[in-house]
């Protein structure tokens, strides 16, 4: 669903006899639910998480800090944080 001003920009440009190409926002774009870790770690090598997360070890073993920060992308995933520690398959 196209929203207000997206829509008001397509209307002018056809109206203009003109061509567009409609692209995702940002917004929309980081929402994307992935089908399993495999999917989206070829995307987001670390996986994502959300603002704030720090990802849970035992022992010495160093966190992954270089996942990728989006509330709403680790939202849309949050069913592949197995470990409940606000990072969506993580990984060094």
Known sequence: MLNT????????????????????????AAAKSYKNCTAL??????????????DKVRGKTKRVTNFKVSNALYKANKRMDRDKDGIACEKR
């Open 41 to 54: 770690n070829k995307v987001y090598k670390h996986g994502v998480g959300k603002k704030g997360a720090k």
């Open 5 to 28: 001003i997206a829509r008001g920009v397509l209307v002018a440009a056809l109206a203009l006899g003109g061509t567009t190409a409609i692209t995702a926002t940002p917004v929309e």
